[in-house]
């Protein structure tokens, strides 16, 4: 591993460790210690402050409240403490062994722990230690009561994956008293209908019940289990969104969208797994069928594209593993029978064993999902991502044996036994039914799938570069493509400075027309972004040729508009405006029903116009209104929220004797019932509003009150949405301001939008010549009108 490597790796840990610790102590629970890891992010920890010392612990007596700790033997600390006292650990527990602390005042401290021996070759598969671990962690883990209360129910599920009958039967008892089975078909029909009564987040926890109680029934058999596994299962299916998807609960009414922001993948995908295995029980429900075939759709979506952002954001091939949502993903295609995408999720997932408390506000579900994911890629790579991800799992462990930490439920102790009972293939979920075909065997393969993201392009030389334009895996052409972007941002400012040749970009142009598929587009990534201003034009022109070449693939194309879109490109892409937006309107022979192709047109048209002042928009752009339109609709039929709202704002400038052109398609999306939309947390169009508010059409006025005050999404984008359209109506909008400012949060004092609100009412009070007011009907009547006179005109 080179310098910049490792410090981008300790780096890596820091920033995760941080994000757990949030100023609590941290526990080090191996030698008995809890103290505060300093400095805090960004800058690496290197020593411990010790807050307390467990009593009997390893350190009893011999660290106290006040100490501070700065290294280990010799040493001081290079990396997180809490990661080197961890790797420490094995060496420390073989017989004869000790973990010699480093005081800040140079004394040293020796600590005796409990001999457990060394991790054997292969470990955790034949390994005696690992099997005592597990021993331990089970045995602390029944002893304590509510172990298998968490929502993700890993106490159950590591009880489980130990294989042996003296567990199960705690899990079975502990599944027949608890209220896991005690779920009402009715109330849970009611609550699908309207929300009520309120049954908790349970888009985070009935797919662990149906994980667990389907984990359970296909050992056990126990049919008591099945009612409530079918109850759980066919609402998760009912309470799917437009893609298949879920969100902290269920969907519910006519338009099935997932309450408050939309869905969440990390929530979503486990629920997948749950249909999966509630299927496998012999559930035989068309409705669990088709949920399972909707969500599987938008699962393998991915494969070979990236990996999983928050919520439904796209593909991101900067991504290896989110969360642990491409563990849970390689799981579900392992399930699912679809062995290409549980080969493609479990290989992003091995690179990421340094990364598993990396997580949006909390990361439960990383080293819950991340190894079992990784796994599927056999023996040799457990092996390797077991030992590199110990920093996590002995950081957990306690002195007394087990993972106790500090959640509830067993929660971390669950995550230890799934990952450290791997070998086993016990359950569904830790591949009992894995498929040995996708697994990688030779060494030298699973060390460059294990340093995948590790990767130091900059050591790379051009010629290393352009070979990996090939890569299999996005996330390592990302790589790529940012270095060779640098390196050719430097190469024609060079040229251009020197009046020389840049050596790169005729390279890349040579490979964008002459390459494969994957080269070419790799190719064209690499051609976007800033570079000198002498060799845009050149490259603009390029990438249209590229863009209106109908002899290429679709794909390719796209990716020259999505450079023409990039970096200082955009300026000189004005010319090639109607070009991109006639390859929009194109026939398409494959189809692309989650609309990646529109996004990325819409995202490079949105980065051009946003990029430049309007005058020189004007004076760039020449669009027939006619394409214009005809693009605007088909963005405005989007299922995603960002390609709807560009969409509007094609037509803010639109006269009204075009409106009626536009007007249903616009009405369709303010009026925001559409239940195929697979993305709606935003539930005010502001684009969309301003048109109306430009044409002075009554209707905007209303759709703000209702979205203000009945609708959903993030209220500070409701918020501004709304001074932004308000403003237009003029003093029209008049009438309105008493029953906006009725809201709490309107107008409130102290509230950091209240002095623009307050602007925006002084603008309309101030306003003492208002046009009139139209209706949306009287719009079109208008325009129609204005249409028929100008063609009798024209004739």
């Not at 009564?197 to 389907?214: E, F, H, Q, R, V």
Request: charged share 25%.
């Amino acid at each position: 591993m080179t310098i910049p490597q490792l410090i981008l790796s300790v780096l890596i840990v820091a920033s995760s460790i941080h994000a757990a610790e949030k100023h609590k102590p941290l526990a080090f629970g191996a030698i008995g210690i809890e103290g505060h890891a300093l400095p805090r992010w960004p800058k690496t920890a290197d020593t411990i402050h010790v807050t307390s010392c467990e009593e009997g612990s390893p350190a009893s007596g011999k660290l106290k409240a006040g100490d501070i700790v700065v290294g280990i033997g010799n040493e001081r600390f290079t990396e997180h403490p809490i990661v080197a006292i961890a790797r420490s650990l094995d060496q420390a527990e073989a017989p004869g062994g000790e973990l010699v602390l480093l005081l800040e005042d140079g004394d040293k401290v020796s600590l005796q722990l409990r001999t457990l021996g060394a991790y054997s070759p292969t470990a955790p598969y034949n390994c005696p230690k690992t099997d005592a671990i597990i021993e331990q962690a089970a045995g602390r883990l029944m002893k304590e009561e509510g172990f298998g209360s968490s929502p993700t129910r890993t106490g159950l599920l590591g009880l489980m994956a130990t294989g042996e009958r003296k567990h199960l039967d705690a899990v079975r008892d502990y599944i027949h008293r608890s209220d896991i089975l005690k779920v009402d078909p009715e109330v849970v029909d009611q609550y699908l209908e309207t929300g009520q009564p309120d049954m908790g987040s349970t888009g985070w926890t009935w797919g662990y019940n149906c994980i667990a109680l389907g984990e359970y029934y296909l050992l056990t058999r126990d049919e008591a289990v099945l009612p409530a596994l079918r109850t759980y299962a066919l609402g998760l299916a009912r309470g799917q969104d437009g893609v298949g998807l879920w969100g902290h609960r269920m969907a519910r009414g006519d338009l099935r969208r997932a309450p408050g922001y939309g869905i969440m993948n990390a929530a979503s995908i486990p629920n997948f797994v749950g249909l999966l295995i509630a299927q496998k029980c012999g559930l035989n429900e068309p409705a669990l069928d088709a949920a399972i075939e909707k969500t599987y759709a938008y699962v393998a979506d991915h494969i070979g594209n990236g990996g999983f952002p928050y919520g439904v954001h796209g593909h991101k091939p900067e991504i290896f593993n989110n969360n642990g949502s491409s563990g849970s993903a390689a799981v579900s295609m392992a399930l699912k029978g679809d062995q290409r995408g549980a080969k493609y999720f479990s290989r992003v997932c091995v690179p990421t064993h340094d990364q598993l408390t990396v997580g949006h506000a909390s990361h439960f579900f990383n080293p819950l999902w991340t190894p079992l994911g990784a796994s599927l890629s056999g023996p040799e790579v457990t092996h390797e991502f077991f030992m590199r991800s110990l920093w996590y799992f002995n950081g957990k462990r306690h002195w007394q044996g087990g993972f106790p930490g500090q959640g509830r439920g067993g929660f971390f102790a669950g995550q230890a036994l799934l990952t450290y009972c791997l070998p086993r293939k016990v359950l569904l979920i830790t591949g009992r039914e894995a498929d040995p075909s996708i697994w990688v065997r030779d060494r030298e393969k699973v060390h460059k799938l294990i340093t995948m993201a590790k990767i130091d392009y900059s050591a790379k030389s051009t010629d290393e570069l352009f070979e990996m334009f090939n890569h299999p895996f996005p996330q390592v052409r990302v790589g790529v493509v940012r270095e060779v972007q640098a390196r050719r941002r430097a190469s024609t400012h060079k040229a251009e400075k020197d009046r020389s040749t840049d050596p790169i970009s005729p390279r890349l142009e040579r490979l964008a027309t002459h390459g494969n598929e994957r080269e070419k587009i790799t190719a064209l990534e690499c051609l976007g972004g800033v570079m000198s201003r002498e060799a845009t034009p050149g490259t603009a022109s390029f990438l249209a040729s590229v863009l209106n070449d109908t002899s290429e693939s679709l794909d390719v194309r796209v990716a020259a508009v999505s450079a023409l879109g990039q970096g200082n490109c955009r300026q000189d892409a004005l010319p090639f405006y109607d070009d991109i937006m006639r390859l929009a309107l194109e026939e398409r022979s494959e189809p692309d029903p989650f609309g990646h192709v529109d996004t990325k047109i819409a995202q490079a048209l949105e980065t051009m116009t946003r990029a430049i002042k309007a005058p020189e928009l004007e004076e760039g752009i020449e669009v027939e209104s006619r394409v214009r339109y005809r693009v605007a609709e088909q963005f405005l039929a989007h299922p995603r929220q960002p390609v709807r709202s560009f969409g509007a704002s094609l037509l803010q400038d639109i006269p009204l004797e075009d409106f009626h052109i536009v007007a249903d398609e616009l009405l369709h999306v303010l009026e925001d019932k559409d239940p195929g939309y697979h993305t709606y947390s935003s539930t005010l169009n502001a684009d969309g509003i301003k048109v109306l508010a430009n044409l002075n059409i009554k209707e905007g006025l209303d759709f703000l009150e209702e979205g203000i005050f009945h609708r959903g999404g993030k209220w500070g984008f409701k918020y501004q949405a709304l001074m932004g359209a308000l403003p237009k109506y003029g003093a029209n909008a008049k009438p309105y301001i008493p029953r906006f400012e009725a809201h709490k949060d309107i107008n409130k004092e102290g509230d950091r939008f209240t002095p623009r609100w307050q602007k925006v009412v002084e603008q309309i009070m101030n306003d003492t010549n208002p046009r009139k007011l139209i209706t949306v009907e009287e719009a079109k009547r208008i325009g129609l009108n204005l249409k028929q006179e100008s063609d009798k005109q024209a004739e």
